[in-house]
């Protein structure tokens, strides 16, 4: 009787199992699931051109400012090496100290161009991949896509499931 109800219950398990295993797999069947290439539409999409022409120059003309900076500090370090024997050794060491202080100065401000010209490109990007996310949004609920992967993390699509071109050209009609 113990062998009966032991083969009852095994046999019970594995039909709730199967009935709930069978029905998730059922259901995937009929999920669309579409990709996107975020490259594409970073190289394709107007606005982010437009985004990135405007932080290239911004990087651009912070560097030509530092490079300013920097040959002006070379060049008093050295007019200061063609002058030291010139010149007194404490007035030499003195000059010379105040010119490690100044490049000490001028890195530390390098750092800190630097991490605000990191932020200027976060805070770019923010609103346009908050618009992307909408746009992708409203082009798979508009061809009936419920799930949408990043192409690039995909090892294979058929390309009748790439939304990007789509994605692109609605992008662009909003500039």
Do not use: C
């Amino acid at each position: 009787m113990q062998t009966r109800n032991s083969i009852l219950i095994t046999i019970f398990v594995v039909f709730m199992a199967s009935a709930l295993f069978a029905a998730p797999i059922a259901n995937a069947q009929t999920v669309k699931i579409g990709v996107i290439d975020m490259l594409g539409i970073f190289e394709k999409s107007e606005k982010m051109q437009a985004i990135t022409q405007t932080v290239r120059q911004t990087v651009d003309n912070k560097q030509k400012e530092w490079e300013q900076k920097k040959n002006g500090l070379e060049k008093q370090i050295q007019d200061l090496q063609v002058q030291r024997d010139l010149m007194p050794k404490e007035s030499y060491d003195a000059k010379m100290t105040e010119l490690r202080a100044q490049h000490a100065q001028f890195m530390e401000w390098w750092r800190g161009e630097e991490k605000t010209l990191e932020e200027l490109k976060a805070n770019s990007l923010k609103p346009f991949l908050r618009e992307l996310k909408d746009i992708v949004k409203s082009v798979a609920v508009a061809q009936g896509y419920m799930l949408i992967l990043k192409k690039e993390n995909v090892l294979y699509s058929d390309d009748t499931l790439d939304i990007t071109e789509a994605v692109i050209t609605r992008m662009n009609a909003k500039n």
